[in-house]
């Protein structure tokens, strides 16, 4: 059983910068494949990024290269997902998954197995 925790969201303005974090209860936390995905008002929930178990091998939407950046430190058991030049269509719910993930489908949400409860991103003009 592993529990994920986010936490990092908050309002900024435009142009700005966050690091969401995703802390992971559980000794197994290494073994799996962690995955962001985010929901905006109105909308599905969609594949932002994710990362192996190992840190390895990094995995982006298309539409996210360039401005997100996914990371883990398994030490510390938590994954990280780096938001710059933020843009007011980037408001959303964000959530971490967990799961192990063949790479060929690590975009799909059915094939995670835990997730976090969600941190808000707000961005303002």
């Known amino acids: 059983q592993v529990q994920l925790v986010e936490s990092g969201g908050g309002l900024v303005q435009a142009g700005g910068s966050l690091r969401l974090s995703c802390a992971a209860s559980?000794?197994?936390?290494?073994?799996?494949?962690m995955g962001w995905f985010r929901q905006a008002p109105g909308k599905e929930q969609e594949f932002v990024a994710a990362?192996?178990?190992?840190?390895?091998?990094?995995y982006y939407a298309d539409s996210m290269k360039g401005r997100f950046t996914i990371s883990r430190d398994n030490a510390k058991n938590t994954v990280y997902l780096q938001i710059n030049i933020l843009k007011r269509e980037d408001t959303a719910v964000y959530y971490c998954?967990?799961?192990?993930?063949?790479?060929?489908?690590?975009?799909?949400?059915?094939?995670?197995?835990?997730w976090g409860q969600g941190t808000q991103v707000t961005v303002s003009s």
């Open positions: 998954a967990a799961g192990i993930v063949p790479r060929a489908v690590v975009a799909g949400t059915r094939v995670y197995d835990y």
């Open positions: 559980g000794r197994t936390f290494s073994s799996y494949t």
């Open positions: 990362i192996s178990w190992s840190g390895g091998s990094t």
